[in-house]
Every structure is written in structure tokens, then in C-alpha cells.
């Protein structure tokens, strides 16, 4: 092994008691358990099988969100805005998460370089504070729509601007985890490693890195979101339809609140269950609470990742005009003329 630092030998020593111990820590390859596991055909086999699959149903599912709303100028709206932003965060996080997961698993090594080594750390955090902040966006888009509808509606350049504050906010909090990278290279092993190395006392700064991160990526965005929706449901199920004069229309109408309801029960239950075992589990990793198991943060990081198959579903195909246009679309099979309403 050669060209480390007294520092890098603590954050490989760190690395062999931790093994994944930052939230999207890609580069724990110090581990003989770890090794054997990546040795294992089948395990290679399963991993690659389950990640294929939400690269393959996410990219789908995000491209056509995109898709349609940029060619459909009636689904061109604030709301729309903030949808797009979630799905390129979404086919961001496809990209350049969850292969770069695999890959380093499968080979054992980096094999991206030694610039990649930082940029991909960030482009991975940024994508995901994107994804994470458009939600709350959204969150409160909704809940000024239905808490206030005399009120005027923020403007498209407006959301623009906030579109431009989110990717502004994402890569500040991104920054500390792709400045703190180093890449180091064992001779012995013809292997690459790309891993954290902190400042002094490095192991707090990791510990409280970890915890900020938590906070900001799950904590304070699944309160507001939760608090939102819980507010916007209430007042959706209260409010009565106007102009509700047979007993189809009121009918007609309760549905549409119920729908509307579960669609935001939807969007907090995915969130909560989507990250928060990932996110735990790597918060009680820094803080030496638990050991590392790689069939565990797998098993959460698959479960992280999988959110963004969920998103496009749960935002725009459970919206009747965004079903309407997809099926207008040429290359779904419908060329007829769309009718429906606007999305709101």
C-alpha cells in the first residue's frame, strides 16, 4: 500500500469498524466479509437483478412524467414545474446512485477515477436533496392551492426561481461530502478505494455530519410534508362540492376526495417507509451503536432507491389528466384528441 497519509490510515481503520458509515457511502470495501459477499454469483446475480429493475421502471416511469408535461402545454403549471424538477432528481439518483452502488460492489474496486471520486459523492447527495426538497415543495404548493384558492397562485417564473433555490440549497449541503473524499490504492490487491477522510477529530465530524444529514434529508421534510398533508386532507374532506344537486354528482365528488386522500396518505407512507431505514441505519453506524451488515444496507439501500419508482406513479398517473395526455402520446397507441381538465 503505498502514498497514505497518517490520516487516511484512520479513515481505513474507521472503515474496517464501520464499513458504510455516511448516508449514500458507496466506497467501504475494507471488509473480508464484504469481499466474500462480492464473490458470491448468486449474490451478484440478485443484486444486479434487483437494482435493474428500479433503474428500468424508474427511468420509464420519470421519462415519461417529463415527456409529457414538456410537450402538453395545458400541463404546464407551477405544480408541473415542480414534478419535472422530482423526476429529472429521481432519473439523477437512477443514474448515478444506484450503478454506482452496484458496480462497486460487483468488481470490488473504484473504477471510475480518481476526479470521479468526488464528483460522483456529490452528484449523488445533490440529486437526492433535490429530490428530497422538490417534495416538500410540492407539500407546500398543495397546501397554499387548497388553504388559500383566492389567493394568487405563485407564477411560473416564480417557480422557476424556487426550482433554481432548491438546486442552490442541494449542492451547498452536498458540498462537505464530496470535499472529504480521498481515493487510495493497494498495491498488493490491485484495488482502488474511494473513501471519506475527515478533518480532526475525524470521527465526530463523521458522527455529526451523519446526524445533520439525517435531519435535513428525512426529519424536517417528512414533518413538513406530514403536517401539510394532514392540514390539506382535512380541509379537502370537509369541504362540500358546490353545485352537488343529485345524489351521482355528490357521489361523483366523494370519490374524487378519496382519491385525492389517498394520494396524500400515499406520498407520506412511501417517504417515511422508503428512507427511513436507510437513514437510521447509517446514523447508528457513525455513532458506533450497531455493526455494519452488508445484507441490511443493501436491503435498505435497494428500499431508498425503489422511491423512485414510486414518485411518477403517485404524483401524475394517479392524476386523470396526466393519464389522459400519456394515452394521447404517439408511441402509447391513442391519437385521439384529449378532453380532460387541466391538472390543477
Known sequence: MSGMSNSSLAALSRLHALNLSALWNLSAEAEPRYRADSERPAVKALLAAAYSIIIIISLIGNTAVCHVVMKTKRMRSVTSIFIVNLAVADILITILNTPFTLVRFVYSTWVFGKAMCHVSRFAQYC??????????????????????PMKQRMSWLQGVVWVAVIWVMASCFSLP??????????????????????????????????????????????????????????????????????????????????????????????????????NCYVVLLSSKVIEANNGLYFTFHWLAMSSTCYNPFIYCWLNHSFRAELRSLPFIGHRGKVTANPAP
Open 127 to 148: 440529486s437526492v436533496h433535490v429530490s428530497v426538497l422538490t417534495l416538500v415543495a410540492i407539500a407546500i404548493d398543495r397546501h397554499q392551492v387548497v388553504m388559500h
Open 177 to 278: 461530502h464530496a470535499i472529504y473524499q480521498t481515493l487510495l490504492r493497494f498495491e498488493f490487491k490491485v484495488r482502488m478505494v474511494c473513501l471519506p477522510n475527515f478533518p480532526h477529530p475525524s470521527d465526530l465530524f463523521w458522527k455529526y455530519l451523519d446526524l445533520t444529514t439525517f435531519i435535513l434529508l428525512f426529519v424536517l421534510p417528512l414533518a413538513t410534508i406530514s403536517v401539510a398533508y394532514i392540514v390539506v386532507a382535512k380541509k379537502v374532506w370537509m369541504r362540500n362540492a358546490i353545485g352537488d344537486v343529485t345524489l351521482a354528482q355528490s357521489m361523483a365528488h366523494r370519490r374524487r376526495k378519496k382519491m385525492t386522500m389517498k394520494m396524500l396518505m400515499a406520498v407520506v407512507v412511501v417517504f417515511a417507509v422508503c428512507w427511513f431505514p436507510l
